[in-house]
Structure formats: C-alpha cells, structure tokens
C-alpha cells in the first residue's frame, strides 16, 4: 500500500466500497499490521483478505530498482496476484515509474502491443475525455501513438459503452510547422486505419472539442495534465479566496456557497480519479498519489469496470485486428 | 491589421491606448479605407499615422507562402517599418507562424540567437509566471532551451524589474524517465550558468510553483498554453451554469456576481495577452488572434514596456555574455 498516505487512505476507501458492492471482495496487500489497525471491527469480514508484503517501493525511488531490490513490495505482490489468476485487478497509489516498470515485466505486454501506456479521463464541455499517454512513453514513434489510439478506443468501448469513440491526435496549431514527423505519420496511419479518427486536435479541444480520446506521447500527455491540475487548483483557490474579503463578500459567499460546491463536484478532479495501465496482460490501475478516501474508492470502481468488461481480451483482440489490416494494406 | 477582427478591434483599442498616453504615437498599417472607417473623427489626432497596404494573410495561410507572395501585407509592411526605424515595435493579431517568419526574415535574429522564440505570462500564485516556447520551435536542442532560459530570464528583468528571475526547466516526473536527451543536456547547462536556475518543474508549477520562468519546447508550450485556456474556458462556463440552473440559484448568482465577476478579472486571460517573439533585432508583440479591444491594448501596453527597457539590446548583451561563458567552460 503506497501512495502518499498507504492504508490510512487505502483501507477505508476499500471499507467503502466493499459497502456499496455486495459481490466483490478485496485482497488487502501490505504491512500486516497496519493495515489491521486500520480494518478494526471490519477484520471478520469475509470479503477482505489480508497478504502481507514486507517492503515498501518510495514515491521516489527509481523503476529499476524497486524492480531489482522489491520483490515483496505491496506493489509487486498485487501485481503477482493478478498474474497468478488470484486477484483480477490491482490497483496502487504508489510510484508510477515503478508500477508500470513491474507490471510490465511481471504481467507482459498483450500480444502486439510494443509499450503499455497510461489512461485517464477528465471532465469536458461533453462529459469527459480521455487521454493517453500520461507519462509511460516520452518518445513515441508513429506506431506507439497509433497503438495507443486503438487501445484507448477499445477502452471506452468497453468500459464506457461508446461505439466508435472519436479519436483526436494532439497537435499544434501553426500549420507550417505541424506537429513533428511522429505526428504527422501517426496521423497517416489514422487515417488509413477504420478508427473513428476525426483528425489533429490542440490543446484547448481535451476541455472543450467533440472527441473522446485525445492521443499524445506522454511527456506532453504528462505536461497537459499536470498544467490542468495546477490550474483547477489556482483556480479553486483565487475564487475561494475572492469570497473571503470583507463581511458583505462573505455572506454573498454563504448565500453562493452551495452552488459553489455542486460547481466543485462537477469538476472534483477525485471523481476522475484512476488512470489504467493499457497493454498489459492484466488489470492495473494507478491512483493518484495523493488520492483521499473518495479518490481511492473512484479508482477501485475503475478496475471493477475494466474487470467487468474485459478490458485486455478485447484489447488483445482490437491490436490483432488493426495489426492484420497493417498487414493487408502494407502488402497490397 | 490581421486576427479575426481586423481594424474593428485594433483601431479602437489603439485609440484607447493613446488616450491613456499621451507621449506615444501610433502607425496603423492595413486598409486605409477600413482604418479610416473605424478611426472617423480621431483621424484628425496628429499622433496616429495611417500607412496603407494592401494585403492581408490570411489566419490559415502557410508561413512559406506568406513570405513569398505577400509582400504588401499589412504584417509585413509593419515589420519592415520596424527595421527602417520608423517604428520601434510591431503588434498584430495576425497568423502567429506567418508573423514569426516574416519577421525573422525582415528583421534577423541577434547575433548569437539560434532561433527566435515566443513568450507569454499567465496567471500564477504568486502573480504570474513567464512560459516560452509557446511554438515557434518544435523540435529544441539543449542549446536551443538555454538560448530560451537566458532570453526569457532577460525579457523578465528588463520588463518587470525582477532581478535575477527564477528559472524552472519543464520536465515530468518519472525519475527514471526524466525528460528527454534535450532536456537533461538543458539541463546540465543551466545547473552551469549563472542564471538563477531552480531546477526541473512540472506541469503544475507553472500556476502553483514558485518560479518567474519556465522553458520548454515549443510543441509542449503551446500545448500548455492551449490545454490552460481550454480548461479556463470550462470552467468559466460550468460556474456560470451553475447559477443559472433556477431561480434560487440565480438569486444567490446576484449576490455573488460582483464577486465571481472581480474573481474572473483576476484570472481574464486578456490581461495577460501579448507574447513577445525574443531573440529578434526588433520588437514584435503577438496578440491573440481572437483579441477584443481590452485585450489588444495590452498587447500594445507590453509593446510599450519593450520599447522602454531596450529588449533586444539588452538581451543580445545576455547572449553574448552566455556565449562568452560557455566558451571559456569549454576552453578551460
């Protein structure tokens, strides 16, 4: 149990949604101990097991290290877990590098695919958008942006029930100087392919654009949504702050307070909170690090979504059908 | 007189200009018919010039062919009056690759400077933070990033009175993964010179961080810069939503309208329009496209400052400085 806050966080958030789902249970993996003393009465619940793991991957602790030196991390014990058939999905707070770096060498990429990326939806003008790659991959070819389009497609088929997502490319706008060549040849193979491709798109569409899937390499994915969560933040401050100046500011304040708020949820970045692991051969979801109880509890939902649906099979079988169509195309 | 609105809103924001200024004269360049129209009794003022040209590049034309064919644009003609001296700054609404070309051939870069590059201020925490590029240069070399740092560290001293700006190099998280070749060459050269370097920051530091200047390339910036407004834009419309939603609601939005509206004000992304273009023997001011007459006068107010700190001189004298210092690191 990583994240910033390990099972202080983890294990209500689990208690919470063990409450709404009848049906699941969970494997609790970390510190034995301290995880019991966050359980208390709810220990006797059949739904929860306990599998301890002795070592703890820190926040900053570089991939290939914990990889090498945490072979009974939490993290790396979940991972197993879902390898061996146990657990259907794991989900983690803890170090992002180091989530992907294990998954990957203990779970394998799914047949076809050349890297796994990362996925998370936010909010938009039309619901939510999805957008990949968030920090997996900093250099993409055209091949790895044009895989992460088939998968991020498959996605939201399964888990969203969308039939044909639009499916946008990031871009910049200045038209001599458009995008860089894996771009450009990344938008060649979209086209061709029969995606539901709706062609580049820039910055300001992942908010306010017509698609559902927003496509980039995962510095600038990594960078589009960090810079937003900076901004909501400022933003949620200044306006917070802007109701706090005088007396009169502040009973307009408690008069605005409750639509303030609604207008808080509509956008809580909590409730979007869990960003999957594409192309593995299993279900892994990443929680934001500094995710609380409901946050947690939205990513725990995530993986049961992408369990329900099946996300890798028909990952699996998705990449099968576009790499024959490559196939087809390229011989003739 | 380019952007989506032409002279309807340049010529009105450049009378509002001159009204706030007495010392200060302008030539507006384009339609003399159309400027004429717009200007009606204030043609009479002796300290507006009309210079007539008779073409227009278009929003969407290619840098390439803008240069080649158009040579009686009003952006061109604006420039050259820059390089003749009868003008000491040039500001346009218009085609934002078109500008940098034309101005980049009419104008040349500073001995020194490798390549031009965009700049602009957003809102911050702390006040508001310098980014560049913001997509002039898509693909950077580490040189190319440290021109920028020492360019935009410069712009900020020069303009703003900041002594020795903060400078952040953009980067993403994930130890392992951290940033490209470029940006970890970027990197070692500014921990080498005697900027006031703070080292990488991420996507959030940019409003929340407390840096005056962060660099990165320009596909990266411009997606920034245009995921920012997007997401400003949201949010904007669902705060508004969410006090039109019924009449209770509507009755508290009254309450809280001074307040939202002076909170909007803080964050109005007009106050902050007008990117400079750096590193060019002359001062060209980029406002947005879709300006309106608030936002194009601050265009020309930043403009004004440039003109007043000596830009270009002084950031020639930055470069030669750098490249001095580099030259003896290497030497010695």
Avoid at 5 to 11: A, H, L, Q, R, T
Avoid at 182 to 193: G, I
Avoid at 279 to 301: Q, T, Y
Wanted: net charge neutral.
């Amino acid at each position: 149990m990583g994240g910033d806050f390990g099972p202080s966080v983890v294990v209500p958030a689990a208690l919470d949604f063990l409450g709404e789902r009848r049906d699941l249970a969970l494997i609790l993996v970390g510190n034995e101990g301290a995880i019991r003393e966050q359980l208390q009465g709810a220990a006797s619940d059949e739904r929860v097991t306990i599998r301890h793991a002795s070592q703890i991957v820190a926040m900053d602790e570089s991939p290939s290290r914990a990889l090498r030196n945490k072979k009974d991390s939490s993290m790396r014990v979940a991972i197993e877990l879902v390898k061996d058939g146990v657990a259907q999905a794991c989900v983690s707070a803890g170090n992002t590098g180091a989530l992907m770096a294990t998954a990957r060498f203990v779970l394998k990429t799914l047949p076809g695919v050349d890297r796994p990326a990362i996925i998370t939806a936010v909010p938009s003008q039309h619901g939510s958008t999805h957008l990949l790659d968030l920090g997996a991959n900093v250099d993409c070819s055209a091949i790895h942006l044009f895989q992460f389009a088939v998968m991020g497609s498959e996605l939201i088929t399964a888990v969203e029930g969308v039939t044909a997502p639009k499916v946008g490319l990031l871009n910049i706008g200045e038209e001599e100087i458009k995008g860089n060549e894996q771009v450009k040849q990344a938008h060649e193979l979209l086209v061709a392919s029969d995606l539901n491709y709706v062609g580049y798109v820039e910055g300001d569409d992942i908010y306010l654009g017509d698609v559902d899937l927003v496509v980039m390499d995962g510095f600038v994915g990594n960078v589009a949504l960090k810079t937003s969560e900076g901004l909501a933040k400022l933003l949620g401050r200044l306006l917070s702050r802007s109701f706090k100046q005088n007396w009169l500011t502040r009973i307009s304040g408690l008069a605005a307070l409750p639509i303030i708020n609604r207008f808080r949820r509509t956008y809580d970045p909590r409730q979007y909170n869990g960003a999957s692991l594409l192309g593995l051969r299993g279900i892994v979801i990443k929680s934001h690090g500094g995710a609380d109880r409901l946050s947690f509890k939205n990513a725990i939902r995530i993986a049961e979504k992408e369990i329900h649906s099946n996300v890798p099979e028909r990952i699996a079988q998705q990449v099968a059908v576009h790499l024959d169509q490559e196939r087809r195309r390229a011989a003739g």
